[in-house]
């Protein structure tokens, strides 16, 4: 990082000494993953240089904001509104975390056999790791799966400024009716934090700002569908999750950027991997930055990642708002109605992301799918049976994975993927 932030972190409460071991890590593996690849399209040097200012710029950028009174809003999941908190002038950040870090502290509070992503966001907190979560004015938490809602329920022990969304888990009209209203009370705690009025004009300029980052975010997994694929599943995966937590506008921007670079090399022929390179699908739990492990090993292999279904992926970009409201309250029906469209694993039924995981198969054209689960993410673990008996019925090479943070398992991983990658294209199902 070019500038000294130390005092800024300093202020903000963050373990210093740890912090910099973080950051070393973090670059080394940054390098390693990251900047060895080949051929990769210029645009992506914006988020390459994001990433040296993690903590740096961007927390800079947070602090200014504040102080000019914008409330700083951070949240777990895709379920929270982004248009509301826009539209209060507020700061929307993403907080989960995809590292090994402060699993010690966070043991003291949460059991061991937890997700990761839990674990990491329980860990950054009390290691004193993350300034993001230091400048928040309000954590937002959702009743998804099991461990997040009682791991919320330690997080405002330790911060004293969680609020929790309540989320149905079924699509039902019942489900639907309480959503709506909890939408509406989530819009009325961010109207009482930052004591600015949800306005009509406020609330259709934030929506089409978050749709048109959506769009941005199509756009650009549309051209994975090229093969050759223009852009490596890691910096694709990359750009999903730096959009939790940059700036809108300059996110949008660089996407839209970058995209017309990879519109070109499709034109052209040019790829990252050569044509007819095998194609995965990855599809569930998500993976929060910087959990590059199984992009890693599948590029490593030779093959190329040409989609996430997943929330860090087209799970939380793929359907737009419809901003056609004439009132606010038009507006947060439209806004309860876009979320619940969302098929996160933790609502039953959940068959269409069934559908959404083929669909995407084909339109990527991948010639097998990984299911990931991270270890002791119920859901998903549970889902993936659902998930292979749709991948069997269409015919898609399939492998399930679970996983942590930790690289211990990197190796036999890459054993099991170098199989799976052999068979695909012969149309050898697993
Ligand atoms: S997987 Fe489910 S709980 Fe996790 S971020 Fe996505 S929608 Fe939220
Ligand atoms: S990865 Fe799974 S267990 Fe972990 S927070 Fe998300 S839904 Fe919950």
């Not at 799970?315 to 969302?342: H, N, P, S």
């Not at 549970?382 to 996983?403: T, Y």
């Amino acid at each position: 990082m070019a500038k000294d932030y130390r005092a800024m972190w300093e202020k903000l409460g963050i373990n210093l000494q740890a912090h910099d071991g973080l950051l070393s890590v973090l670059s080394d593996a940054y390098k390693g993953m990251y900047l060895a690849q080949s051929n990769r399209p210029k645009g992506m040097g914006y988020f390459d240089f994001v990433i040296s200012e993690v903590h740096g710029l961007r927390i800079e950028e947070i602090v200014a904001a504040k102080e000019q009174g914008r409330p700083v809003i951070g949240t777990f999941c895709v379920y929270v509104p982004e248009e509301l908190v826009l539209a209060v002038d507020g700061v929307c950040i993403g907080l989960c975390a995809g590292a090994e870090v402060g699993f010690d502290e966070a043991e003291k509070y949460i059991p061991r056999n937890t997700c990761a992503l839990i674990k990491a966001f329980m860990g950054f907190k009390l290691a004193g790791l993350c300034p993001y979560v230091q400048t928040t004015d309000l954590i937002v938490g959702e009743t998804t799966c099991d461990g997040k809602k009682k791991a919320y329920e330690a997080l405002e022990d330790i911060t004293g400024k969680v609020y929790v969304m309540e989320l149905p888990h079924m699509k039902s009209p019942e489900g639907r009716v309480l959503w709506e209203s909890e939408v509406r009370r989530f819009a009325g705690k961010l109207e009482e934090l930052s004591g600015k009025k949800i306005t009509l004009e406020k609330l259709a300029s934030a929506s089409e700002l978050v749709n048109s980052k959506r769009k941005a975010l199509l756009r650009l997994a549309a051209l994975r569908a090229a093969d050759p694929a223009p852009i490596s599943g890691l910096d694709a995966l990359l750009v999903n999750q730096v959009s939790f937590y940059d700036d809108p506008v300059r996110f949008t921007q660089s996407v839209n950027a970058l995209c017309d670079e990879l519109e070109d090399r499709v034109r052209r022929g040019e790829g990252v991997a050569a044509k007819g390179a095998k194609r995965v699908l990855i599809s569930g739990s998500p993976m929060a930055i910087p959990n590059w492990k199984l992009h890693a090993i599948i590029e490593g292999s030779g093959a190329v990642v040409v989609g996430e279904e997943s929330c860090v992926g087209e799970r939380g970009f793929r359907e737009l708002l419809d901003t056609g409201f004439a009132t606010v309250q038009e507006g947060m029906k439209k806004i309860a109605d876009r979320y619940l469209t969302v098929d996160c694993a933790c609502f039953t039924p959940n068959t269409e992301r069934m559908d959404n995981m083929t669909g995407m198969a084909d339109r990527l054209k991948a010639d097998g799918i990984i299911h990931y689960a991270l270890q002791f993410c119920t859901p998903y673990m549970m889902e993936a049976f659902k998930a292979k008996k749709a991948a069997d019925a269409h015919g898609k090479p399939f492998l399930r994975i679970e996983s942590d943070y930790s690289m211990e398992d990197f190796g036999q991983l890459k054993t099991r993927i170098e199989a799976f990658l052999e068979i695909l294209g012969n149309g050898t199902a697993r």
